[in-house]
């Protein structure tokens, strides 16, 4: 059997939540955002190589949390690069061998079904990431305006983003582009083929103090 | 002052709601949510002259909701088409001069400064619509798999999407077509610009259980 290795990545500084605490350490549901994410893999498979990645100035206050809510999860601690690519590339240079699977630290909502269908299709294709149907009208924005997408055809992207280990690190030799917004788009640009799976609607990425009530709400409804 | 109308459409049978009852007819607060986006418009300017367009077939039950929950709004009542486009031209056959805001019945947390911000940039402009940045990375299905969309030029679209009466009038002589999935489509394949304002995060699209509990969440935690 292969091993999973599962990098969890938490850059950001939270500016758009308006709060000094950076945004995975905001609670929701009594403790911190991260903590749920990482108790979500651990609950789906407690087998899996956990990785963290976070700016080195967050470990002391993650320690404390560990502390406080007696966090007993195996895992490793890496420090964050300036970039999400590069916080990727730091986590994955502890990774050697099966798959692997990163995941957005602010997304605690993805159920392990999302989990298990995106490993699994990974294993199959060598690189899969979890999607859900947009229901919105999209624009994007034109020279002269913005014009109307299909919306049939759009589909919003999430994590877990899962691949064969050899497939992302031989993607993540690329130098840095603006365009790599996830790692999805790295491996797609060295030529590898993305697979979709499902997603879970309730796994929605907190960036907002909306999206935080929102994701209590969803806790509290659907556990 | 130029009369302002509101067309509020409600045609969705509430498939995806997995639920008899139509989506529109959804308790949310204590009470049915086409209740709430109409008092929502009345509340802003009690001057609208409010259009509903119902299938024929739910007049029953929005009369019986008028009784049970005395609502004294004036509003006339329209009976829809086969489609959103249709539903839309039934409601506008009610209305000769002025300005128009369009408005899905199924966004009860549309703001007034969103409706009024929108329909002055439609006095302005000619059509206007509310947009919000997308927070999530989209793809688009392409014939080879998917590709990503760049994110910073990426809008959702919401309601109300609001024009001078003689432009949408004008555009909505226009042959029915699939790519007609709002009235901003219709308008811009007819030739005139859409400008696009500032709507508001919490203005969703109500079409699953979760969005209502979603919904229900965000009334408890702003009003």
């Known amino acids: 059997m292969q091993k999973t290795h599962v990098i969890i990545v938490a850059g950001g500084s939270g500016s758009r939540m308006g709060a000094e605490i950076p945004k995975q350490f905001l609670h929701f549901a009594g403790k911190p955002i991260l903590l749920h994410t990482i108790e979500k893999f651990y609950a789906t498979n407690a087998a899996y190589n956990l990785i963290l990645v976070l700016p080195e100035s967050h470990f002391g206050a993650w320690e404390e949390i560990i502390q406080q809510f007696n966090c007993t999860i195996p895992h490793q601690l890496v420090k964050g690069g300036n970039t999400r690519f590069h916080s990727v590339k ?70 877990p983003q899962c691949f064969d280990t050899s497939i992302l690190k031989q993607a993540m030799q690329q130098e840095f582009n603006q365009e790599f917004t996830d790692c999805a788009s790295v491996v797609q640009k060295a030529g590898f083929p993305i697979f979709l799976s499902e997603g879970n609607i309730e796994n929605i990425k907190i960036t907002t103090p909306l999206d935080l009530k929102i994701a209590e709400c969803i806790r509290t409804q659907f556990d």
């Open 90 to 159: 730091n986590g994955l240079a502890l990774v050697n061998d099966g798959f692997v699977a990163v995941h957005d630290a602010v997304r605690p909502l993805v159920t392990s079904n999302t989990i298990l269908n995106t490993l699994e299709a990974a294993f199959i294709h060598g690189a899969a990431i979890p999607v859900i149907e947009s229901t919105d009208s999209v624009r994007i924005l034109s020279d002269n305006g913005s014009v109307p997408l299909t919306r049939s055809l759009l589909r919003n992207v999430q994590t």
